[in-house]
Structure formats: structure tokens, C-alpha cells
């Protein structure tokens, strides 16, 4: 193995804004499908879940600095996601940064995450679920979420980060000091290490930090994603002011 051109461009950037661009809810077709060429993209990012419901999509929304509504619809599970391709390896491109601001409306029904998963299918579903106190693995992920099927008071952040390896995580011992608010913006930030190692910040608070090799599996390929599913019943909505992605280039030939 050998590597060349480091004078190149290193640093790999992801970044929206969300000043006014929008994917309308009620497209009537899925992500991925080949109806009207429906691949959806907001930048640099794409949009992905369950595109095919009437209520679920991003739309912008006329607020100071320029926010996007993430919508995820009245079916467990159900939603929608920004994200990246599943393009980005501890060991190949770390430190890894996935930082957001964003805010909820109502705190007491849905699933946000942001952060970093083993997989983004067309059709996202959550990359981990939560029951009581207990959250299940879905796909390898490290990063926030709020999910109202905890018994944790709404609105607390948790900070899970769940490996290959990791059947099932108890939530109170990844649990944040800090509380969403209801219409209230909190500045999330997750730094994972080429060695697995991972950072969790609220607000520019530091609120976890987890040693080589327990956060991250180092060669899991993964993808950035925030996003935001339904419960049954329920539909659920986060309000993004903008969403960053970084990374150092991989430079092995």
C-alpha cells in the first residue's frame, strides 16, 4: 500500500445552509424510483426515506438564518432523512466531523438523529430504536437523538453509538445534561477519530467522550445523515438551520 498526491485537497466538506431550497412533500414517489427521475438532492446532500407519503419531505420555512423542515410521517419508523452516501471510514477519512443546528416544534412524539450509520437505504428507516430505556441496534451508528419512546423526559439527548458487535445499549448511560426546548435551537457536534475513538458536543458543551475502539468500528464504512421518523399515529418534524460534514481525504492509492 502507498500514498501520493498530498498536495492535493485534503479536506473533504459537506455543508447546507438551507436558505431556501426544498424537496415538496407529497411527491407521490419514492426516492430512488424512476418516475419524473425522482433522486432527490439539497446540495451538497441527498433526500431520503419514505418520499411516497403526503407527509413527508423537506420544505423550506420563512425563519431567520434560513431553516428546512424534515418531516416524517404517522407510521413507526417512517421518515425522512438528509444525508451523504455511505462514503465515509474511521480509519480512511477520520476525524470525522457531522455538526447540526436544529430545533423541534413538539418534543413528545418521533425519532431525530444525526450523526453517522452503516446504512442509508432509499427508504432510511431509523438506524436505531428505542423502547423504555433500552435502544436496539439496527445498523452500526454513532451519534444524538431524541426519541420520544424513551422514559427519559422528552426532549433529553441521548448520545448512543452502537458497533457490529452491539445487540442492545442502555440509554441512561448515554444520556446528555442538556434538554431540547421546544422552539429552541441546540448546536449538536460529533467528532469520530481514525482509531474509533468519538466526541459528543451540545451547545459547545463537551458531553461524552469514548475511547479507540468503542465508539466506532475503524473500517465500517458509513454515511452523515440528520433525520427525522414517525410514530404510529403520530407524524414528527425537526427544523434544520444547516448541516456540515467533514473529513480528511483518503490518500491511498
Sequence with gaps: ??????????????????????????????????????????????????????????????????????????????????????????????????????????????????????????????????????????????????DSQLTAADGLWHMPYLLASTATQVSTVIEASQTAVAGESDLVRLEVDNNGAARWYINQVLEQSIGAGLAATTTTLMGACVGCWGTTGTAATVDVDYFLVEANRDWTR
Design 1 to 146: 500500500m502507498s500514498v501520493s498526491g498530498q498536495s492535493g485537497v485534503g479536506r473533504l466538506r459537506w455543508f447546507n445552509d438551507f436558505a431556501g431550497a426544498e424537496i415538496p412533500v407529497a411527491n407521490a414517489v419514492a426516492y430512488g424510483t424512476s418516475a419524473g427521475g425522482c433522486n432527490y438532492y439539497l446540495g451538497d446532500f441527498k433526500l431520503i426515506g419514505d418520499l411516497g407519503e403526503t407527509d413527508t419531505g423537506a420544505v423550506s420555512t420563512d425563519k431567520a438564518n434560513g431553516y428546512i423542515l424534515l418531516s416524517g410521517n404517522n407510521e413507526n419508523g417512517k421518515g425522512a432523512a438528509i444525508a451523504t452516501g455511505i462514503i465515509l471510514s474511521p480509519v480512511l477519512n477520520g476525524t470525522i466531523v457531522v455538526e447540526c443546528r436544529l430545533e423541534r416544534a413538539v418534543l413528545t412524539a418521533g425519532n431525530v438523529f444525526i450523526g453517522l450509520a452503516g446504512t442509508l437505504a432509499d427508504d432510511v428507516a431509523e438506524p436505531v430504536t428505542a423502547t423504555g430505556t433500552e435502544l436496539t441496534y439496527v445498523v452500526p451508528c454513532v451519534g444524538f437523538m431524541l
